[in-house]
């Protein structure tokens, strides 16, 4: 699999330029040293929720461009497909044949029909209430077969995204063909989307339900081991979730990192991050932002319940026009515990505060992740979200290379993108290597070092003022 230690850009691949070609022009012509990997975010045909509920994986939706385009990203960046394990669109070709044929379907069993998953007389209250849910509702979804009858069926997100039934062979043989496909195209990682929902048992809450979930998983890296990628599944839950996926041998997330450094950079109090990254495993992908919100209750027992609710209180105040309704059912948020804005309008749109973020994202522990709208220190697209009452679409911006030129010439993007190739380029962020903290007070060094020490960066931070300092050796590294 070729997988390297350097920055990964996260981006739809309409959003960067219009298309997949046009994405490869512009990361080839402005953000080379700087970008190493991609994390593709769905451009399989889809008829929802911006990709994510595809049609197909044996495809790529010819208005993004083709596999010749994918393949071709591939000769220059390691690349992240999601796949999406819990769910597949209403518009599918095996749901559309469930819906025409019923029981005489091939793929009836694809799906989770609630008589044939409850006993009689359940779900009861009990039972539903017991669900784990993000929403304000059952997530159950009523459809009409061709001959008339009616089925409820598995239905954790969206009206377009049916829940997969992970017990049969015709799903598992789905998604193995699925992964067979990835490999083929020049995928070397595999995102698992909504991982932890995608077991559903009697008696449970239905997240992560063990120890079915750790068969589930061990199978899938089977698999994917044998097409020559890894598997990285996505949990939004308590950060204790993914540190037992993560002890288990497992790539996994820093989902808990964006809020613990808005709330360091707000009041100027270190000590959470800094035993954090302390705790944290090297062998993770870091983030502080992605195509969803702030994930709240990623940091939860990180932060208290006090510091939480400051940082979002200062997020509201600071955020460049971010409101609470932004982030609710009014603009079809799916996730109640996620913040949508993006991540320099979360910092006010103070340039030094953001370099200061990042800064702080790369001495983090793991392979640093930069949303689009980040790397271009983008702010909250609120024209979008107005026009499509869709929360996630303030930090959804689209970008023409115009737009992007535009933006290269901001010293705040110039001064990140120098800051990215000096991670990319320094062998001090070995992920067999170490990391040591200094703290006093409102100032504080992180430093990193190489597997044999030979080698080592040190970020010097003020954060009375959001001034830092690089270091190699010793020597003063100008950004």
């Not at 593709?40 to 461009?65: C, E, H, M, W």
């Not at 909504?194 to 009697?202: G, L, R, T, V």
């Not at 006010?348 to 392979?367: C, H, N, T, V, W």
């Not at 100032?443 to 044999?452: E, K, M, T, V, Y």
């Amino acid at each position: 699999m070729n997988l390297s230690n350097k920055v990964m850009l996260i981006t739809y691949p309409d959003s960067l330029g219009s298309n997949l070609q046009e994405l490869k022009e512009i990361l080839n012509s402005d953000f080379k040293g700087a970008i190493g990997g991609i994390h593709i975010l769905p451009f399989f045909p889809s008829s929802g929720d911006r990709g994510f509920a595809p049609l197909t994986y044996q495809k790529v939706d010819n208005k993004f461009g083709s596999w010749k385009d994918i393949e071709n990203l591939s000769k220059d960046y390691y690349l992240m497909f999601d796949l999406m394990i819990n769910h597949l669109s209403r518009q599918s070709h095996e749901f559309q044949d469930f819906l025409a044929n019923g029981n005489n379907s091939k793929y009836a069993k694809m799906f989770i029909d609630l008589d044939k998953f409850w006993p009689s007389e359940r779900p009861n209250v009990d039972d539903i209430e017991k669900i784990y849910k993000r929403k304000d509702k059952a997530p159950f979804q009523t459809v009409t077969l061709a001959d008339g009858t009616k089925r409820q069926l598995w239905n954790t997100f969206g009206p377009e995204q049916l829940d997969l039934n992970l017990n049969t062979d015709i799903t598992r043989k789905f998604l193995s063909n699925s992964l067979v496909a990835f490999s083929q195209h020049g995928a070397s990682i595999v995102r698992l989307d909504a991982f932890a929902y995608a077991i559903k048992k009697i008696d449970t809450n239905d997240f992560f339900v063990e120890p079915d979930i750790w068969k589930l998983l061990d199978d899938l890296k089977e698999q994917a081991q044998r097409n020559n990628l890894l598997i990285l599944p996505e949990i939004h839950e308590h950060y204790t979730l993914s540190q037992k996926v993560n002890e288990n041998g497992y790539y996994t997330y820093d989902f808990a990192l964006p809020m613990l450094v808005l709330y360091t950079l707000y009041s100027h109090n270190p000590h959470p991050l800094l035993k954090w990254l302390q705790e944290s495993p090297m062998y993770q992908f870091t983030t502080l932002d992605t195509h969803d919100g702030l994930g709240v209750v990623d940091v939860k027992d990180i932060l208290s319940d006090e510091q939480i609710s400051y940082t979002t209180q200062q997020l509201y105040k600071r955020g460049s026009n971010v409101k609470r309704a932004y982030s609710s059912a009014a603009y079809n948020n799916l996730d109640i515990y996620q913040i949508n804005t993006t991540y320099y309008s979360a910092l006010g749109e103070d340039d030094k505060a953001y370099l200061l973020a990042r800064a702080i994202q790369i001495f983090a522990p793991g392979i640093p992740q930069v949303y689009y709208v980040g790397l271009l220190a983008g702010k909250n697209d609120l024209e979008l979200l107005e026009k499509t009452k869709e929360g996630r679409n303030i930090n959804r911006h689209y970008y023409s290379n115009n737009e992007v030129q535009n933006q290269l010439k901001r010293p705040v993007v110039r001064k990140l993108l120098h800051l990215l190739e000096f991670r990319n380029e320094c062998p001090a962020f070995d992920l067999d290597g170490t990391i040591s903290i200094i703290e006093n007070k409102d100032r504080f060094s992180i430093l990193r070092s190489n597997a044999n020490n030979s080698i080592m960066a040190k970020l010097e931070v003020d954060l009375g003022n959001n001034d830092f300092e690089l270091y190699l050796n010793n020597q003063i590294v100008s950004i």
